[in-house]
Each structure stands twice: as C-alpha cells, then as structure tokens.
C-alpha cells in the first residue's frame, strides 16, 4: 500500500510539475543548464541506461547513488531557504501598494492646484488684453475713416477739376487726373449706396460720356468724313485726347481708329474702282506702291499724333489689305474669262512679295483680334521643297537638279500676313492647275521624245546604272509646282496638284520606263515563239546585248529612284496641306507602279540568263549517260552555263551597284529560277550509268559552287554571299546531288534502296522516286514492285491522306511545276 500510494504521489507531482512550451523556453534562457535533471523531457530509464552503460559498471553503484542523494539534500536545502525567505514577501507587497496609492493621490492635487491657477490666469489675460483689442479696433476705424475722407475729398475735387479741364479742352491734363479719380472711385465701391458716394460716381461717368463724344467731334473736324485732309497737320490738342481716348471706353479708341483708317483710304477706293484700268491684275503693283507711299505720308504728318501701342500703320496696311482682297475677289470674278496663268502668276507673286514686305516691317500684333484666325495660315513645314525666297527665284528652279533628300534649309519664321491679300486668288487657281496639266503632259511627251532620239544610256560599269535624267527633271518641275501651289494655297488646289502629279507619275512609269523594257521575252517563263523554233532547229536563244542590259538596269535605278522620291513627295504634300486634307493625299497606288517596273525589270534579266542557260541544260538532258566510261572533269554544258554567267551577272552587278538589294533579288530569284530547271532537266538524263551518275555528280557539285559565288563572280572585291540566298542555293543543289546519290545506289536489296531513298530525300515524292527508277533503267514490272514498297515503308501522314493530297495541290513541288511548262512547250510546238 505505501509502494502504491507514493506511486499515485509521484504522478499527482508531474502533472503539476507540466510547464507549458514557452514557460520552459523562458526557464531554458534565464537558467542554462546542461544537466540531464533539467530538461523537460526528463527520462528516468534513458538517465540510468547512460550511468550504467554495462554490467561491469554496476560495481560503482553505490556512489552514484551517494552522490544523488547528496544532490537531493542540497535541492532541499535551497528550496527550504526560497520557501523561507518568501515567508514576508505578501506582507511587504502590500505595504508598497499603499505607499504607491498615496503618492498619486497627492500628485492628483498638485495637478488640480495647477489647472486652478492656470484659468486664474488666463482670465486675468483677457481681462488685460480686452482694452488693447478695443484700442486696436479704434485705430484700425479711425484710419479706415480719415483714408476715405481723404479720398473723398480727391474725388469731390477732382470731379470738379475734370469737369472744368473738359470745357477748356486741356486734355493733357484730363489723361492725368481721369486716371486718378477713376483709381480713387474704385475705394467707394462699397459705399455706393450713400447718395453723396452715388452722386459723385455719376459725375465721372458723365463727364467721361462728354469727353468721349467731345474728343470724337474734335477729330471729325479735323478729319471730316468728305474732304480733304486738315492741311495743318495733326495738333497737340488731338494727341492728348488720344492719351485721354486710352483711358475712356474702348469703343471711343475703336472709333477714332475706324473713322481714321476710312478716311484716310477713301481716296484708294476711288482711285482704283472696278471700272478703272489700274484696278486689273496688270497693274496690280500700282496698288501696292500707292499704300507704300500712304504709309510713308502717314509716319511723316500723323507718327506723333497716335500713341505707339495704338499701331496705326499697321492697322493701316490690314485694312487696306482687307479691302483689296474684296475688291480683287470682286473684278476677278467679272472678268474671269481674261485670268491667264502668266497674269495669275504676276498678281500672286508681287501679292506675296508684298505680304512678305508687311510681315518685315510690322509684327502683326493687330492681327490678334479676330483677322489672323479668318486667313487659316499655312501650319509650320520643314518640306525641303521649300525654298528662303521662293517667289522670285521660281523660275531658276527649273535648272537645279537638286534632290528630295537634300539636307534640309532651316524654317523661315512665320508670316502672320500670309493669305491676307491673296487668298482672293484661290478660287481662280483652276486655271494654274490646268495650265500644270498642260505643261506635265508635254514635258512628258519631250521626255519620250528625247529618249527616242538619244537612245539608251551607254554601258555603265565603273559607277552602277545611271539613272535617266528625265526623272530628275521630272521632280524638279513637281518641286516647283509645290513651292508656288503651296504658297498660293494649302487647301482643294493642293489636292487638285496632287491629282495631276499622280497621273504624270503613272505614265511616266508607262511611257519612259516600262514602255523602253526591252520586248524580246514574255513575263509568263521567258519563252517566245522564236526562241521555241530556235530551240527545235538545234540554235541558241536570242540574248540581251550589253546596251539593253544596262538598259534594263538603268530602268530599274530609275524605277527605284522615282520609288523613293514619291514616298517622300507624299510626305512633303502632307505637310504642306490643311490637316483636314491630309487624308486625301495618297501615293501609294504610284509607288506600286513603280514597285511593278523594278519587279518586271529584274524579272526581264532573270528570264535573259535564265534562257541563255537553256540550251546547254537541252544539251546535258541529250547526252548518252549510260555511255560515260570514265569520270573526268566537268561537262562542256557546264562550262557554257558558266561563261553565260560570268558574261551577264559582272554586267548586272555593274549597274546595279548603286541599288544593292535589287542586285541581290535577282540572285534569288535567278536561282529559284535556274535550279528547279536544272533538276527538271536532271531528269531527262536516263538512263544513266553508275559512272555517267557520277560525272553528273560532279558537274552538279561545280555548278553549286558556281552559283555560291554568283553574286561576286567576276568581281575584284570578294563579297560573302546573303544569307538569305545562300540557303535557297545549298538547298536547291543539295536535292539535285541526293537524287544522283540515289540513282547511284545499287537497288538492291530492294528494302535498302527504299530506305536509302526515304532517308535522302525526306519528301517521300512517288512520282520523284518513279523518275529516278526511269534514270536508272529499271523496267515497269520492277517499278512497280518498288512503289508499292516505298507506299508501305513511307511514315503516316499526320492529318490523313486527304490532307496530304491537299497539301500537295495546293503546294505543288518544282517538278510538277517544271511539268507542266514542259506540257506547255508540247503543246504550243505542236501547234506551231
């Protein structure tokens, strides 16, 4: 039973004892310790198993146990001297929590004590500083009062003044006080509801009424309506009401302006009336010097008399302005029929000399008003058509060849006069657009002309193919067409030139440039029919002499060039057109014009090699292969392909040096060309022996290496092929060599041969692999064997059969194609 109840003990104390995981961490760190007894996860047998590792260390089991037990007595020591010493801990506890309590019940005190006095304080403050407030407000009033009598005092006097200087006409005087009493009545705004303050402001408004309609009566005697000018000139009595009118209702400064401006242009409206014979676009440079001669009379009698801000000359030339674009708009509408281009041309350009003069000599600040936004100004272009002095250098235009990509001429500033005067010109610049028309049509009609009478350009080979002069004549004339259109408009007109340039652009393509295409071959496979009956009468196909391939070549830099040229051309007219029109400006329908001409030249030179080739291709497909004994080196018919392209592609080259790219087409399409018909013709060659297979071999791997080096053949300057181009080659030549290594191959076994086959050709082609057995000599009861084993060993379509027979008709391969030409040659010799 003891055993038992110190058992049920043992277990009551380590439930007690269960500390809690952060309890025990916090023990951990603030007593370290390393003996086993410590730890939490304290256990027995693990603690006896480390004492007593073996039996033979039981020997010393009574001083372990010694010293345990001396252990547990010190433990029981130490926790009789805590439990001892905690004994007067509650008491003392309780003792400190009283003395605490005390302490803040007289530091409350204290704070009361002090929040007390504080509002003691403050009161006694206010109390202080109320007087100080009531003295500061007495003084603020007592200012604010002696400021308005003072100011009222001004007022009365000087509404008494101005009334008094207005009687005697002492203006200068009245600009001066005016200004003040009506910076003194701002004050008594406020106070207009005091009959005096009320009194006084309708005073002022009246006498400003008085000396508005007394300064205006003063000029219309100086200036009557009808008559001639006062011979004495201007006086100081009207400059000093003008400095009096700066002060008064803008209206009075408006009309002394208006009346002004009227009568002193009274007498150009009767000298240049409708009916007058200087009133014509002839003499139009009477009207400009007439207003030349006003404004000189006006700075030397009336400079002085208006103030500067005023611009008077400047409002002078506006009106004036104004008024001949009405009356120009007017006769030019009577007399439409007798408008000629060269006349046009004069009025306009001695019209924009003149606004050119005005935007010189006066800043268009007047124009701000209203005027300026009426004459839809050009927006500001950076067009390198545009010359620093356009209109009276046009016609020298005429002799530069300068180009469209010349560096551009810095921007001249804006004219805010332009349009003013001769906006009036533009519903009559029909009779400019037509005379264009006109003048395009014949420069057209002499290129065509002079290109028949000089001939083709001469062969070309230091510098590339030149390009024909008249395309640079061309734009040239374009550039100054746009320079006066768009001087003269930025609107329909421009949209009008662009039409007509447009149309010249077309047949200058079709006339000069596809029209002088050597006619020699078709665009459809470079055959013709006389090139068919030489070919059966055993003779060479008809080639390009050294002057229509440079021909040819200066047609295409030319084609590029004009490309180039309109793209920016198209450019330049956006800038100068309204912005709302810039919609409708569109070249592209040109550039693709021109974009055919380069496509049908380089085409032209592809046919041109391509058929000089033919013959020596003819000539290998007619050789007995399976005659060959020995292997030697290459083929007679690949050195005659190789002399036809060191005679065409150093030529070509040439005159294409300066359009690189177009040099480079041809190469592409020269070998898309050249090597579908090679292997068509490869074909041909049956039946072939193992030897005749490999002199084929060899002569295809020459011409591979001839074609790798095309593009700098003949050349001193080595250049590495376009990558581009290289990989058609090397993969065109690549199948050629696969199918004469196939062909060389024992086709036995028969399983080997098909694999071999599948493996080198990886298209799987029946109809490629039926040829090749024909190369080889097989007979059809043999073939047929074979196809049906390459049908068996040849891996599933992907998408099924259906989609592959689809595929292969809607790609077909260069040997169906080069079938069906062969098809087409049957038939048009049978016909012939």
């Given at each position: 039973?003891?055993?038992?109840?110190?058992?049920?003990?043992?277990?009551?104390?380590?439930?007690?004892?269960?500390?809690?995981?952060?309890?025990?961490?916090?023990?951990?760190?603030?007593?370290?310790?390393?003996?086993?007894?410590?730890?939490?996860?304290?256990?027995?047998?693990?603690?006896?198993?480390?004492?007593?590792?073996?039996?033979?260390?039981?020997?010393?089991?009574?001083?372990?146990?010694?010293?345990?037990?001396?252990?547990?007595?010190?433990?029981?020591?130490?926790?009789?001297?805590?439990?001892?010493?905690?004994?007067?801990?509650?008491?003392?506890?309780?003792?400190?929590?009283?003395?605490?309590?005390?302490?803040?019940?007289?530091?409350?005190?204290?704070?009361?004590?002090?929040?007390?006095?504080?509002?003691?304080?403050?009161?006694?403050?206010?109390?202080?500083?109320?007087?100080?407030?009531?003295?500061?407000?007495?003084?603020?009033?007592?200012?604010?009062?002696?400021?308005?009598?003072?100011?009222?005092?001004?007022?009365?006097?000087?509404?008494?003044?101005?009334?008094?200087?207005?009687?005697?006409?002492?203006?200068?005087?009245?600009?001066?006080?005016?200004?003040?009493?009506?910076?003194?009545?701002?004050?008594?705004?406020?106070?207009?509801?005091?009959?005096?303050?009320?009194?006084?402001?309708?005073?002022?408004?009246?006498?400003?009424?008085?000396?508005?309609?007394?300064?205006?009566?003063?000029?219309?005697?100086?200036?009557?309506?009808?008559?001639?000018?006062?011979?004495?000139?201007?006086?100081?009595?009207?400059?000093?009401?003008?400095?009096?009118?700066?002060?008064?209702?803008?209206?009075?400064?408006?009309?002394?302006?208006?009346?002004?401006?009227?009568?002193?242009?009274?007498?150009?409206?009767?000298?240049?009336?409708?009916?007058?014979?200087?009133?014509?676009?002839?003499?139009?440079?009477?009207?400009?010097?007439?207003?030349?001669?006003?404004?000189?009379?006006?700075?030397?009698?009336?400079?002085?008399?208006?103030?500067?801000?005023?611009?008077?000359?400047?409002?002078?030339?506006?009106?004036?302005?104004?008024?001949?674009?009405?009356?120009?708009?007017?006769?030019?509408?009577?007399?439409?029929?007798?408008?000629?281009?060269?006349?046009?041309?004069?009025?306009?350009?001695?019209?924009?000399?003149?606004?050119?003069?005005?935007?010189?000599?006066?800043?268009?600040?007047?124009?701000?008003?209203?005027?300026?936004?009426?004459?839809?100004?050009?927006?500001?272009?950076?067009?390198?058509?545009?010359?620093?002095?356009?209109?009276?250098?046009?016609?020298?235009?005429?002799?530069?060849?300068?180009?469209?990509?010349?560096?551009?001429?810095?921007?001249?500033?804006?004219?805010?006069?332009?349009?003013?005067?001769?906006?009036?010109?533009?519903p009559h610049l029909y009779v400019y657009i037509e005379s264009q028309d006109k003048n395009l049509g014949e420069l057209i009609d002499r290129f065509v002309a002079d290109f028949k009478a000089q001939g083709p350009p001469k062969p070309n080979t230091d510098e590339g193919g030149a390009v024909l002069p008249s395309c640079a004549d061309l734009f040239v004339y374009y550039k100054k067409c746009m320079v006066q259109c768009s001087q003269l408009s930025t609107g329909e007109p421009m949209i009008a030139l662009t039409t007509i340039f447009q149309k010249y652009l077309r047949e200058y393509a079709w006339k000069i440039l596809s029209g002088n295409l050597p006619k020699t071959t078709t665009s459809s496979g470079g055959l013709t029919i006389s090139s068919l009956l030489k070919e059966k009468e055993g003779s060479e196909v008809a080639k390009f002499t050294l002057e229509e391939l440079c021909l040819i070549c200066s047609i295409l830099s030319t084609a590029e060039y004009c490309l180039a040229t309109t793209?920016?051309?198209?450019?330049?007219?956006?800038?100068?057109?309204?912005?709302?029109?810039?919609?409708?400006?569109?070249?592209?329908?040109?550039?693709?014009?021109?974009?055919?001409?380069?496509?049908?030249?380089?085409?032209?030179?592809?046919?041109?090699?391509?058929?000089?080739?033919?013959?020596?291709?003819?000539?290998?497909?007619?050789?007995?292969?399976?005659?060959?004994?020995?292997?030697?080196?290459?083929?007679?018919?690949?050195?005659?392909?190789?002399?036809?392209?060191?005679?065409?592609?150093?030529?070509?080259?040439?005159?294409?040096?300066?359009?690189?790219?177009?040099?480079?087409?041809?190469?592409?399409?020269?070998?898309?060309?050249?090597?579908?018909?090679?292997?068509?013709?490869?074909?041909?060659?049956?039946?072939?022996?193992?030897?005749?297979?490999?002199?084929?071999?060899?002569?295809?791997?020459?011409?591979?290496?001839?074609?790798?080096?095309?593009?700098?053949?003949?050349?001193?300057?080595?250049?590495?092929?376009?990558?581009?181009?290289?990989?058609?080659?090397?993969?065109?030549?690549?199948?050629?060599?696969?199918?004469?290594?196939?062909?060389?191959?024992?086709?036995?076994?028969?399983?080997?041969?098909?694999?071999?086959?599948?493996?080198?050709?990886?298209?799987?082609?029946?109809?490629?692999?039926?040829?090749?057995?024909?190369?080889?000599?097989?007979?059809?009861?043999?073939?047929?064997?074979?196809?049906?084993?390459?049908?068996?060993?040849?891996?599933?379509?992907?998408?099924?059969?259906?989609?592959?027979?689809?595929?292969?008709?809607?790609?077909?391969?260069?040997?169906?194609?080069?079938?069906?030409?062969?098809?087409?040659?049957?038939?048009?010799?049978?016909?012939?």
């Open positions: 039973m003891m055993e038992e109840e110190e058992l049920e003990f043992v277990e009551e104390l380590e439930a007690v004892l269960q500390l809690t995981p952060e309890v025990q961490l916090a023990i951990e760190q603030v007593f370290p310790s390393q003996d086993p007894l410590d730890r939490a996860d304290f256990n027995a047998v693990e603690y006896i198993n480390t004492l007593f590792p073996t039996e033979q260390s039981l020997a010393n089991i009574d001083e372990v146990v010694n010293k345990i037990r001396l252990k547990i007595r010190r433990l029981d020591d130490n926790i009789r001297t805590v439990v001892r010493g905690q004994t007067n801990v509650g008491q003392d506890g309780r003792q400190a929590l009283e003395e605490a309590q005390k302490a803040i019940q007289q530091l409350f005190g204290k704070i009361k004590d002090i929040k007390d006095k504080a509002e003691k304080s403050e009161q006694m403050v206010k109390e202080i500083t109320r007087d100080i407030k009531q003295l500061d407000h007495a003084k603020r009033h007592l200012t604010t009062s002696i400021t308005t009598l003072n100011h009222l005092h001004m007022l009365a006097g000087g509404v008494d003044s101005l009334e008094a200087m207005t009687r005697r006409r002492q203006y200068g005087e009245v600009a001066n006080l005016l200004q003040g009493v009506m910076n003194v009545l701002e004050h008594f705004h406020k106070y207009m509801g005091i009959p005096q303050i009320r009194q006084l402001s309708e005073r002022v408004k009246a006498a400003q009424t008085e000396l508005g309609q007394q300064i205006l009566a003063d000029f219309e005697e100086a200036f009557p309506s009808q008559g001639t000018k006062r011979p004495g000139g201007p006086s100081n009595v009207l400059r000093d009401a003008c400095l009096v009118a700066n002060i008064l209702d803008p209206r009075i400064k408006q009309e002394i302006i208006k009346k002004f401006i009227k009568q002193h242009l009274s007498e150009y409206l009767v000298l240049f009336q409708e009916n007058q014979d200087v009133a014509w676009l002839d003499k139009i440079d009477r009207r400009y010097a007439w207003i030349k001669r006003q404004l000189v009379d006006y700075e030397e009698k009336y400079g002085r008399m208006f103030p500067r801000e005023w611009c008077m000359a400047e409002r002078i030339a506006v009106e004036f302005c104004h008024v001949t674009r009405t009356e120009l708009a007017k006769i030019m509408r009577t007399r439409a029929k007798e408008i000629e281009v060269k006349l046009l041309l004069f009025a306009i350009q001695r019209t924009t000399n003149f606004e050119g003069f005005l935007a010189k000599r006066f800043s268009g600040c007047t124009l701000t008003d209203g005027t300026l936004k009426k004459l839809e100004s050009p927006p500001p272009s950076t067009n390198p058509f545009l010359e620093d002095e356009p209109t009276p250098e046009m016609e020298e235009l005429a002799t530069e060849k300068g180009d469209l990509d010349q560096p551009k001429k810095p921007k001249a500033p804006d004219n805010p006069f332009h349009g003013i005067v001769s906006k009036c010109f533009e793209q920016q051309l198209e450019e330049k007219l956006k800038e100068k057109v309204d912005v709302s029109l810039i919609e409708r400006i569109n070249l592209t329908g040109e550039m693709d014009t021109f974009s055919t001409v380069i496509s049908s030249s380089i085409q032209l030179l592809v046919q041109d090699l391509d058929a000089a080739c033919d013959p020596a291709l003819t000539a290998m497909s007619k050789m007995q292969w399976q005659n060959v004994e020995h292997v030697g080196d290459q083929s007679p018919y690949v050195t005659s392909v190789i002399l036809h392209i060191k005679q065409n592609v150093p030529i070509i080259r040439d005159n294409l040096a300066s359009t690189r790219k177009y040099f480079t087409q041809f190469c592409i399409k020269f070998a898309n060309s050249f090597i579908p018909k090679f292997i068509t013709h490869l074909f041909k060659c049956k039946p072939i022996s193992m030897v005749g297979a490999e002199q084929l071999l060899l002569d295809t791997h020459s011409l591979k290496m001839v074609l790798l080096d095309l593009p700098s053949i003949g050349s001193q300057v080595v250049r590495k092929a376009p990558a581009s181009y290289t990989k058609i080659v090397v993969k065109g030549m690549t199948r050629a060599e696969m199918i004469l290594k196939v062909v060389m191959a024992p086709h036995e076994p028969l399983v080997v041969f098909v694999d071999n086959y599948i493996k080198l050709l990886t298209d799987g082609n029946t109809e490629t692999f039926q040829k090749i057995l024909d190369m080889k000599g097989l007979k059809r009861s043999e073939q047929s064997s074979m196809l049906e084993l390459l049908r068996q060993r040849l891996p599933a379509p992907p998408s099924g059969t259906e989609s592959s027979g689809s595929l292969s008709l809607m790609a077909p391969t260069p040997e169906q194609e080069s079938s069906r030409i062969r098809k087409l040659e049957k038939l048009i010799k049978k016909r012939l």
